[in-house]
């Protein structure tokens, strides 16, 4: 700033008239001056855009709640648009009496319930296996965002229509035109499972599953199905085509993991991070997101020398289960080289890995699963680079 400041001194050209009035935008958009702040596609990635992902800004959010506008989009048929009128969901199979919901009949439920929850696709992190790959941590974690639902327990529907006891799994099915199906253990959907018709507040977005998706908290994100169709209730798993060619885990011995349900403690730094690269020597704020499927995140440490000293990051604000939980550590930068990481501790004791540690067990062949560590480089200019540790 200069001496006098141009930018305080003077009386401000908006401050000099009248601004827009109260209903420039009936739903209000962003500032204009945050048009950067979107969600991306990986061009290379996928074929066609009916079967893709966008990825988050997380370099750009702070907080723990994503905005319904940026959390990233994945589907497999493209987006369904279903007319609410007629919107049913049905639940069969091993119950005693199969029933069907109309949208009214789920908003007129006893039991309604509001709760944060992560949703990370199981192939967030997915394209770093082989070594560090994208620059961004919109691109290297961005498949995740955490939402504030509205829906009522999927057990109040199941005990509607009464399950029997040979019950012992459950199939969700989409009625988008990928009829994504997946299989979910009874006792799953028992527990805390939603039938969610709102997002922060609001109806869920097209994209998100408008007018019914389902809430799978801490479970990987392919099972949240959107545009909730059908529950059928069998006694063992479907074998679907999303829980054998897709979904499943390539160890390093050639053997494969299927039903790997629980997303494991994770955490990265959003900024410093590739988009979002350190501007002033002094005082900075180092910020990140950490979240586990198994319950509440109790520790992130930080490291700035590549995993050598550890300091122990501040948690602030909610630190919910099986969501998304913010840490910030504030530090002062000398201009030196930092070689940026996050480990995060869940309430089982569970202590992310390195991804040395992941490969030795599951070698580099696979696609799903990857929580190892992150590392970014920050240069003395303050440019930051995704890289990996030896
Ligand atoms: N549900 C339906 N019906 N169709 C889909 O293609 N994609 C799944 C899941 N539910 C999908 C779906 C995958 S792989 C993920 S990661 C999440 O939805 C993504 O949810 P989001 O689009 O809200 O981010
Ligand atoms: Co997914």
Redesign the pocket.
Known sequence: AGTPDPNIVPVPEWTRMLGAGVNNHPYGVPSKFEKDVVRREVEWLTASRESSVSFTPLYALDGVITPNGL???????GE?EIEPDKYRFMIHGLVDKPLVFTLDDIKRMPGRMNRAYF?E???NSGMEWRGAQLNGCQFTHG?I?NVFYTGVPLRAFLDAAGVKPSGKWVLAE???A?V?TRSIPLHKALDDCLVAFAMNGEALRP???YPV?LVVPGW????????LRRIEVGDQPWAQREETSKYTDLLADGRSRRYTFIMDAKSVVTSPSPQAPLRHKGPNVLSGIAWSGRGTIKRVDVSLDGGRNWTTARIEGPAMPMAMTRFYLDFDWDGRELMVQSRAMDETGYVQPTKAELRKVRGENSIYHNNGIQTWLVRGNGETENVEVG
Do not use: I, P, T, Y
């Open positions: 959390c990233f989009v994945r589907h497999h048929g369904a949703l696709c199981a192939a498949m965002h989409g009625a988008d990928s994504m994209e998100q599953g998706r990987e994100g392919n099972m949240w199905v959107k545009w």
